[in-house]
């Protein structure tokens, strides 16, 4: 005899109370050759992070990117193959990277190693001599790179959209092309490590289990001989969008779109910025968002639509991508200035509300839980001349937001007449749909 067990949906328990973000101790210091360097305390594990940032501004993008690719690829006193073991040793790395803001420097170790890794970090610094073997290896990376790259969707439409937002601005562009790669020689890197990569308005920015005070010394030690005689690059305010026509870039024979969508956004300083971040999650921020179970649940147009803000030096800007089958692509974009349009005519729901304030406090709490997202989230905001305590001003305004708070944002930045939009695909098959709800323009890749 067996027993009968009934089943049923259990509801699930309430979210408890948000917590308090408790901000870490930290401290800061500008040395005499204008470096700051900003150190913080968490101590969850015997590492530290480490990211220097640095005004890089507008300069050739070959030159900036094969910069970025052999900055680490030897000094006067250590091979790249040494320089590697010496980090090792200590239980670090360190890797360069470049975007049109900056050129960025990050790496971890373990904290007793931290006066070894500022020390290695100091000779990339000042001593970096960029060999040739090494150049010619890196560049042929880069080049490789590239050509995959431009042979993929989302790199075209990303492309596209770029240059459709600025126009002549520097961030129009951020992808080099091949030839120019192959152009860059040795003596060019170093002439350009020599006036761009210098200390005056760079950031350094070391979190982990260190005392902070301790570790600016530590910092002051190794990099006060870093000098150099250019000053920081400054970029100019990116433009304000220009709405106009549909730009459709055509991809013969594509069997899918890319849609992307820009719209106007503020910066993280901005009144506006915490409620316009809530609205731009209840639209397609993320996965319980309108746009999502419009296009992707309930239509089956796409698998991942998503939308966010991203804030640069010069500019911030909202960004909405989707890939979509072609023979949905007019169906997917007029789904998608729906929902854009019903957000900025109506306010959201007040559980609607509420649950995106959930997700952008919990989000906001999960990235500066480790010492990697706190260093990432330090400098970003280093970068754009804010500190720590913006964290806990931001929470506070994001727990403050109102329905109509975030109604007036979503009004006031995502109305589809607002919207510039570049779609990606096979302008045979999707021109004439597209026409019937926008005006077209159709270019060639």
């Known amino acids: 005899m067996s027993a009968t067990v009934e089943t049923g949906t259990r509801p699930l328990p309430a979210l408890g109370p948000n917590r308090r973000l408790k901000l870490p101790k930290q401290a ?84 007793t190693g931290l006066d070894r890794m500022l020390e290695l970090l100091a000779d990339v610094l000042t001593g970096a001599t960029y060999p040739a073997d090494w150049v ?5 990376r880069l080049v490789d790179r590239i050509q995959v790259a431009q042979s993929q969707p989302a790199h075209l439409a990303r492309t596209a959209l770029l240059k459709r937002i600025y126009g002549r601005h520097p961030y129009a562009v951020q992808t080099p ?38 570790a600016l010394d530590a910092a002051e030690r190794a990099l006060s001989g870093w000098t150099g005689e250019g000053q920081p690059a400054e970029l100019p305010p990116a433009p304000p969008l220009e709405p106009g026509p549909l730009l459709l870039v055509d991809r013969p024979g594509s069997v899918q779109s890319s849609l992307r969508i820009a719209l106007p956004a503020v910066p993280r300083t901005h009144p506006d910025h915490a409620a316009l971040q809530l609205a731009n999650l209840v639209f397609g921020g993320y996965f319980s968002s309108r746009w999502v179970e419009n296009i992707r649940e309930d239509k089956g147009y796409t698998y991942g639509p998503h939308s966010l803000v991203e804030h640069s030096v010069a500019g911030s800007v909202l960004v909405a991508a989707a890939e979509v089958a072609t023979e949905v692509t007019a169906p997917a974009l007029l789904e998608t200035m729906y929902e854009l349009g019903r957000l900025a005519a109506l306010p959201p729901k007040p559980d609607e509300l509420e649950q995106a304030r959930q997700y952008a406090l919990g989000t906001l709490q999960l990235g500066a839980s480790t010492q990697a997202g706190l260093a990432s989230l330090t400098s970003a905001y280093a970068g754009n001349g804010l500190r720590l305590d913006f964290l806990a001003e931001h929470a506070a305004r994001l727990a403050a937001a109102t329905v109509d708070d975030v109604a007036a944002a979503a009004a006031r930045y995502l109305a589809p007449a607002l919207a510039v939009t570049v779609v990606l695909g096979d302008a045979e098959r999707v021109a004439d749909s597209l026409a019937t709800l926008t005006p077209v323009r159709t270019e060639s890749t």
């Open 28 to 111: 800061e210091r500008t040395l005499g050759n204008g470096l700051t360097v900003i150190a913080v305390r968490r101590s969850a594990i015997p590492l530290v992070e480490l990211r220097l940032w640095m005004p890089f501004g507008r300069t050739h993008l070959a030159r900036g990117g094969m910069l970025a690719q052999t900055l680490l690829s030897g000094t006067e006193t250590h091979t790249a193959t040494q320089l590697a073991a010496e980090l090792q040793k200590v239980g670090g790395g360190l890797s360069a990277g470049i975007d049109p803001d900056r050129l960025m420097l990050s790496g971890a170790g373990l904290v």
């Open 136 to 140: 010619e290896t890196e560049r042929d």
């Open 177 to 214: 092309e091949p030839d120019q790669v192959r152009a860059v020689k040795p003596p060019v890197l170093r002439r350009l490590h020599a006036e761009r990569v210098h200390p005056a308005g760079a950031v350094l920015v070391l979190v982990g289990d260190v005392q902070p005070e301790r």
